[in-house]
Structure formats: C-alpha cells, structure tokens
C-alpha cells in the first residue's frame, strides 16, 4: 500500500481501467464492482460533499442524516446558529442516533439503551455506569465523533478527511464565481429526486458537458439558428447566447431568438429562469436596438437593470449584475467537483447532487433555488420521494437528459464496447473528473489533487482537457 503523500506511479498502475489517453474512457469504469469499491475507499471519504442546505435545518437543534456509500453522519445546527457535524454512531454500540430529520434541541438519545448527547456531541448520560469498567466509560471517548463540516453557498459540506483542503480552496473558482449570483440568498423553491439505474459518474457526465443540447434538448435552439457550423455553439445556455449571434441577424431576430431561449429554460427547468424575470424580458422584447452588433448585449444589459429595479421595489435580493458583467462572469452550468453543479441564469438557479447508490445506481436530485424578500421564503423543504426518471412530472429538460442515460448505461455493456471517445473543449470536463477520480484512488497527495481539482472546477464548456501532468497522472 502507498501512502497518500508518496509518488502515484507505481499506484496508478494498480488503478483498474485507469485513463491512459484523456480522450479515451474506458467503459468498465461506469460498472466494474472493483472499481466502485476502490472509489468508496480511497475517493470518497477524502471529498467534500454537500450534506444539505441550511433552510433544512432553520432552528437550533434541527439536523439531518446525510449519508453516501455506507456513512451517516449527522449535521446539526447549534445554539450558536453555526453548524455541527458527527458519525451519526452511538459510543455505547453503535446504534445509528438518528434518521433523516428532526429536532434535538435536548439533545440525542439513542433508543437501544438510552444514551445522551447533547447538540455539542457531547456524552450527557449513560444508563446505569456501574456496570462498566472504568476503562469503558473515560469520558474523553464516550462524546460523538466529529465529522469535519463547513459552509458555503447556503449549503453545510462535510468531508471525513481531516488532512483535506479546506472547502473554500477546494470550491475555487466556482465559488468566487457563484458568490457573484448571491447563492447563499438563494432558497429552495422546489427540491426533487430520481433513481437512474445508472453509474453516477455516467449521469454527472450527462451534465457537464453542453455538446448534447442540439440533439437532446433541440426546443432550447431557436428555429432558423440551426446550422451545421454553430451546431454546438448554443448549447451552451448563457447569457451572452443571443450575441454569437450578433451582427449575423437583425437586431429583431437576435432579441426573439434570446426571448425563444428564456422562454424554454423557464418552462423547461421549472423556474430556471423565474416568472417575473421572463415578464421582465417579455416587456423589453419590444425596445428598439438600433445596432445589430450589440443589439442581444443591449438586451441583455437592459434585463439586467431591470431586474435590479424590480429588486429594489421588492426587497428581493438581486446580484449586482455590473459586477458580473465587469468580471465577465456569465451565466451557465458551474461545476463543483465531485457531485454538485448550479446553473444561474439571473437570480434563480437549479442546484444538483449526484450520489451513487451502487456500481450502477444513483440518486440524482435537483432543486430549484431562488431569492425571496425578508420573511417570504418558504418554510423548511419536505425531503422528497423519489419519482421515476420518466415522471411526467419532471420538467422537460430532465426528462430529456435522464431519457438516455439507462440506455447508455446498458450501451456500455455491449461486446466490443472498449471506451468512450470525448470531444476536446466541449466534453473536456468529463475527462478531468474522470482523471482526478484516478489520482484520488492512486493516492496522490492533497496539493495535487487540490491543484487539479481547481482546474477541473469551474464553468461548464469553459476548461481545457488538461495533460495528464497536470493531474501528476503520467500514465
Ligand atoms: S447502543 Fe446506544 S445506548 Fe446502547
Ligand atoms: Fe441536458
């Protein structure tokens, strides 16, 4: 065995179906139980995972049950307001304190033989001492193991690694990026989930990559901007979408074509883009744009102020969209490795998580977040049943995206099926994430795995297929 902080080479070579050419994925990675058991092991249990958001637990004492490949641990809002998080294990026998939700303003007590511990973790009680021998009962071991946990973004993370990153290194660039969307104001609107029979790598993959658009979702392309050439160049849904088509159309077109769009996310997502934000665009669709080069940028800018008037009235808090536009921030998928990704579009935005439920099973959940005036938002969010991937009930777009992934996932068993074959640029980000996958399970050290975790995290489309002696994976 090597150790996390010792070269990888000779490791590497010991990670099955390992990634040799960035471009080339090999298929057994989205099935093999070896690999699956490696990522529980050496993956895993050294990554920041997001564990629930902070309007689930409101009041101190509230708390969840957040688990993922065997481990529960418990997060729990404490009388300071902050946020605490243990093995979700009794020290007696370990009996599991808690289950899913709930309030422990007083304290846990663990139903096998009544137990306490308070918010803090600490041991309060232990039914009839004397019978244990002192050894048994040092106070020192009998409190609740911590479990690392931090918050960004209106969510707690947590990791079971105390040598890990810290959050915020390890969300970077993303979360710079995202602040500027305000995501800690953000509120669950709606919160669904589904279980795909698939790897959850294979059903990340179908989301951070933008080359699908065209074919899976062709509603999002406005009729008449369907050339060969720009095939995949809407694909990516921001907001400067409308501009590629800048000077290559009337200013007319450009602002129906970019109008044609928010219509479709706002329908297609459920609130991707909100309600007032598309009355907002509808009623400035018919301002005159003299100039066909900057008329969808013009449009877009006027959204924008808009917007923030509205925000003014209202007292809903609205980004400060001259930042954005200044740092060139721009709407889109962002991508947080390893399993969650928003995609702002004005003030809304859905929010995703991704956890396997086996080699070739996931629960994949969404929400849709969004800003509300002081004392509007809704109350704590019901943790959802999972409905079938081809609910009806699904907007259309997640509809359309889980549509091809068990037939992927079934795909990918066909004789003869060697690997999968990635696009540069545009499906680039799926190789990263494949290739750090290998670098946690090959053991390479924190700085590493920081260093390309960074480049790996960020805007969807927007990232480079970087060498393998970036990820210190030399093959
Ligand atoms: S297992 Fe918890 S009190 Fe016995
Ligand atoms: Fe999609």
């Known amino acids: 065995m090597v150790s996390k902080s010792s070269p990888n080479s000779e490791f590497l070579l010991n990670v099955p179906y390992r990634i040799t050419e960035p471009d080339r994925i090999p298929a057994e990675r989205y099935y093999d ?217 009337d200013s007319k077109t450009q602002v129906e074509n970019f109008l044609y769009f928010l219509r479709n996310l706002h329908v297609g997502m459920n609130g991707m883009v909100s309600e007032s934000e598309l009355a907002i665009a509808e009623r400035l669709s018919g301002a005159e744009f003299p100039d066909p080069a900057t008329a969808s940028r013009d449009y877009t ?49 859905p929010q995703y998580r991704v956890r396997p439920l086996g080699p070739e099973e996931t629960l994949f959940e969404v929400w849709n977040l969004t800003p509300y005036a002081p004392g509007e938002a809704p109350p704590t969010p019901e943790e959802p049943t999972p409905m079938a991937p081809d609910d009806p009930r699904w907007p259309i777009i997640p509809l359309q995206d889980f549509s091809n992934l068990p037939r992927q996932q079934r795909g990918l068993h066909a004789k003869g099926f060697e690997y999968m074959r990635l696009a540069q640029g545009v499906e680039a980000m799926i190789s990263n994430v494949e290739r750090l996958v290998d670098g946690y399970i090959a053991g390479v050290g924190h700085e590493r795995l920081l260093h390309a975790t960074q480049l790996t995290t960020g805007r969807v489309g927007h990232i480079d297929m970087h060498s393998p002696e970036v990820f210190g994976l030399e093959p």
């Not at 993370?157 to 969307?181: G, K, Q, V, Y």
């Not at 669904?192 to 065209?214: C, D, K, M, Q």
């Not at 740092?327 to 962002?334: A, L």
Request: net charge negative.
């Open 301 to 349: 800018h006027m959204i924008y102020e808009a917007i923030t008037d509205w925000g003014k009235e209202t007292g809903v808090p609205v980004p400060d969209f001259n930042h954005i536009i200044e740092k060139g921030i721009h709407s889109g998928t962002w991508y947080a490795f390893p399993n969650f990704f928003l995609q702002p579009i004005f003030t809304s935005s």
């Open 33 to 249: 139980q070896d690999f699956y058991d490696l990522e529980v092991e050496r993956f895993w249990p050294h990554v920041w995972q997001m564990a629930c958001r902070l309007e689930e637990i409101p009041e101190p004492g509230d708390y969840v049950e957040y688990s993922n490949v065997g481990q529960s641990v418990i997060v729990v809002r404490n009388a300071k307001g902050g946020v605490n998080a243990f093995q979700n294990a009794c020290r007696h026998r370990g009996v599991q304190l808690v289950q899913k939700r709930g309030n422990v303003r007083n304290g846990f007590t663990c139903p096998f033989h009544g137990w306490c511990y308070d918010m803090e973790g600490a041991n309060t009680f232990v039914y009839s001492p004397d019978h244990f021998r002192d050894e048994n009962l040092d106070p020192a071991e009998l409190n609740l193991v911590p479990c690392r946990v931090d918050t960004w973004g209106g969510c707690a993370f947590i990791n079971h690694d105390n040598h890990a990153p810290p959050l915020r290194e390890s969300l970077e660039p993303f979360a710079t990026n995202m602040d500027a969307f305000n995501a800690d104001q953000m509120r669950t609107e709606w919160w669904e989930s589904t279980v795909l029979p698939v790897n959850w790598r294979l059903a990340l993959g179908a989301f951070i990559e933008g080359y699908h658009v065209l074919t899976t979702h062709p509603q999002l392309i406005p009729p008449g901007t369907r050339d060969r050439e720009g095939s995949y160049a809407p694909s990516r849904p921001d907001i400067e979408y409308a501009s590629r088509y800048a000077g290559t159309a």
